[in-house]
């Protein structure tokens, strides 16, 4: 599931300024959002009163309500300086510094507002989002729980709580929090957005889809509550409407690829008879070499098929589909790209909705992939010199909550007369040296193949493997295109790529999955992973 898209919602800011007499005319004007009248106003009461902190403070808030951070910036620091005990001052400075992108001094004066008057939930609430961004979570946890115990039903602080605790892992304790923000504040599209997470994080994806359904009907244009209600769809076996939802990931502000702008239309399914296509890759590598699966149908209805990609793929794709053109992708300065030539240009990761509609249309994809045959005879020449049993590939690491410890594999990889070969991309040097130590096993890593760089050479390394254990990684997709045994333990929340599957990949017929279905259930899985790899390998 992508990262939020919007994030929950600070507290509205007061820019409550104070009563003083001399300025009551410049404070009814700003009340009545005449912004030009009240900055003259108060200039006018600067000329008889230059120490007015009000005023000062006052031409703060109409530089922030026009967009003015550094102005603000300016205006409220004149404030606290003829008030040191502003508390309001110090909240917008809080405000105007965010807006500013100075995050770390946007906490110090929040921090100093609530040293003056710690019972204003609203600054503890700002001070909680200003942490969220600084990536300070147990900080900005803190400081939201601090909000609520001030103001314990207002919604946006239990929004802001429940999607602290959704993204630290917590969606239980979130949901708690979030169901009563939406009933506070049935509209509140933040709240519920939040609440389908949570919902989806523990795995409950027919609530999820719900919860985001009610988003969408409230906010139509809530792009990524449409990508993620795909998602959930998708999860949930769905797929007509969460491929349709899935489409929405082109203008959702976390996707990370942009949209392309080419002069030939984007191909919807209809036919490609004496047609020539473009089709361009798109997310993470692992995707492109999943969808890459689908490449050989397409160009079966074409004339001609070209593929363009990032250039660490175009050997082996080359390779894997000799009918299809394989090119470097080039980016134009503009952006644009003429394709002069070609009827229809297609996202790759568009193919899944037009060749697998519905669960009757999946059929496992075959060992498309095709590994250099010389790099793959070196790899398992060398691995197989390395012991007398099954060679055995492994890959454990990620960002939580998909990662688990080398250690945590230990039923495993510790199954008698294996012959285990690190498959991790990225330096892990340490954690491989702290695991031979404690267990006297031994985790070989090829000094000759990086799995970032050399695309190529980890394919016909993963190809050399008599079974592979991995996490849901670029492992699992390029193991399961070139048909080897896999052993798949997915992280606790259920992903759309298995489209409600629990057991065996839609896509490769020899990829196990073993769903954790919560964070603390991983043992149980690799249990499973240890009993079904001995089985395997007789």
Request: aromatic share 8%; glycine share 8%; hydrophobic share 40%.
């Amino acid at each position: 599931m992508s990262e939020p898209g919007t994030g929950p919602s600070a507290p509205p800011n007061t820019y409550a300024a104070g009563n003083s007499p001399t300025c009551s005319a410049a404070l009814a004007a700003h009340t009545a959002a005449d912004l030009a009248v009240a900055a003259k106003l108060y200039h006018e009461t600067l000329k008889r009163e230059p120490h007015n902190a009000e005023a000062l403070h006052n031409l703060g808030v109409i530089a922030l309500q026009e967009g003015k951070a550094r102005e603000a910036i300016r205006w409220l620091k004149k404030a606290i300086r003829r008030n040191p005990a502003y508390t309001d001052a110090y909240s917008n400075l809080g405000l105007a510094l965010k807006g500013a992108g100075r995050l770390q001094d946007a906490a110090a004066a929040y921090r100093q507002a609530i040293a003056i008057d710690p019972d204003i939930a609203e600054i503890h609430a700002n001070l909680g989002m200003v942490l969220k961004d600084l990536g300070l979570s147990d900080q900005s946890r803190a400081a939201f729980e601090a909000a609520l115990g001030l103001a314990p039903d207002h919604p946006a602080i239990l929004t802001n709580l429940g999607a602290s605790l959704v993204n630290a892992g917590q969606a239980k304790e979130a949901v708690t929090h979030l169901r009563a923000a939406v009933e506070a504040a049935p509209r509140d599209v933040n709240a519920r957005y939040n609440l389908a997470k949570a919902h989806f994080s523990l795995g409950d994806v027919k609530e999820a889809a719900h919860q985001f359904e009610c988003v969408v009907a409230i906010r139509p244009d809530f792009a990524e509550a449409h990508h993620n209600l795909g998602h959930a769809l998708l999860a949930s076996g769905e797929l007509d409407a969460g491929w349709r939802e899935y489409d929405w990931r082109w203008t959702a502000k976390t996707f990370r690829d942009g949209q392309r702008r080419f002069n030939r239309p984007k191909w919807s399914g209809e036919s490609l008879a004496g047609k020539n296509i473009f089709v361009w890759s798109e997310q993470g590598l692992g995707d492109k070499i999943l969808f890459a699966g689908l490449l050989a149908e397409l160009a079966h209805l074409a004339d001609l098929c070209v593929l363009e990609t990032e250039a660490r793929l175009v050997p082996l794709l080359s390779r894997s589909f000799p009918n299809i053109e394989v090119r470097e992708r080039k980016e134009t300065q503009s952006g644009d790209m003429d394709l002069s030539g070609f009827d229809f240009h297609v996202p790759l990761g568009d193919l899944p909705r037009w060749f697998r509609s519905s669960k009757d249309k999946f059929k496992p994809l075959g060992r498309y992939l095709r590994p250099d045959p010389g790099c793959t005879a070196d790899c398992r020449r060398i691995y197989s010199s390395l012991g007398t049993g099954p060679v055995v590939g492994v890959s454990w690491a990620s960002k939580p909550p998909k990662g688990v410890a080398l250690h945590d594999l230990l039923p495993t990889l510790g199954l008698p007369n294996l012959t285990l070969v690190n498959l991790q991309y990225g330096d892990h040097e340490d954690e491989v040296r702290r695991f031979e130590i404690d267990t006297g096993l031994i985790v070989h890593t090829d000094p000759a193949i990086d799995p970032l760089k050399d695309v190529d050479g980890f394919t016909a390394q993963v190809a050399a493997m008599d079974a592979v254990v991995t996490i849901q990684n670029t492992t699992l997709y390029t193991a399961g295109a070139l048909g080897v045994p896999t052993f798949a333990l997915l992280p606790p929340a259920p992903d759309w790529r298995w489209l409600g599957n629990e057991s065996v990949s839609p896509w490769h017929d020899s990829v196990r999955l073993y769903p954790r279905h919560l964070a603390d259930n991983a043992g149980d899985q690799i249990k499973r992973i240890a009993t079904d790899l001995k089985d395997c390998l007789g």
